[in-house]
C-alpha cells in the first residue's frame, strides 16, 4: 500500500523560508505528476505547485517567484522551497501522486505551515 508522508514543516516568522518534503512509500511506479496544495482554515484547498513526468513545474500567481517545486525521482520524493513567507501562506500543505493506476491521486496526510507576523 502507498503512503505518502510530508515531513519539514513548523512555525517560521514573515519573510522567512522553510522546506517541504514528501516522500512515498510502498510499491509505487509510474508517477505522472506531483504536486502540492494547501489548505487554510475555513478555506477550500488550493492548488500551490505542480511538477510533471518531464520535469515541468507550474505554479498558481500567488505564490509564483517564491515557492519551487522540486523532486528526486530515485528516492520518490517531492520537495517544496518556500520563501518570502507571508502569514497568507500557513495552512496545512499536502503533497499529491497521481499515477495512472490511480488517476485521483495518492494524498499525505499533511503537514502545518505557519508563518508568524
Known amino acids: 500500500q502507498v503512503q505518502l508522508m510530508e515531513s519539514g514543516g513548523g512555525l517560521v516568522q514573515a519573510g522567512g523560508s522553510l522546506r517541504v518534503a514528501c516522500a512515498a512509500s510502498g510499491r509505487i511506479s509510474g508517477i505522472k505528476a506531483m504536486a502540492w496544495y494547501r489548505q487554510a482554515p475555513g478555506k477550500e484547498r488550493e492548488w500551490v505547485a505542480g511538477i510533471i513526468s518531464n520535469g515541468a513545474t507550474d505554479y498558481p500567481d500567488s505564490v509564483k517567484g517564491r515557492f519551487t517545486i522540486s523532486r528526486d525521482i530515485r528516492k520518490n520524493t517531492v520537495y517544496l522551497q518556500m520563501n518570502s513567507l507571508s502569514p497568507e501562506d500557513s495552512a496545512v500543505y499536502y503533497c499529491?501522486?497521481?499515477?495512472?493506476?490511480?488517476?485521483?491521486?495518492?494524498w499525505g496526510q499533511g503537514i502545518q505551515v505557519t508563518v508568524s507576523s
Open positions: 499529491k501522486f497521481t499515477t495512472p493506476w490511480k488517476p485521483e491521486g495518492h
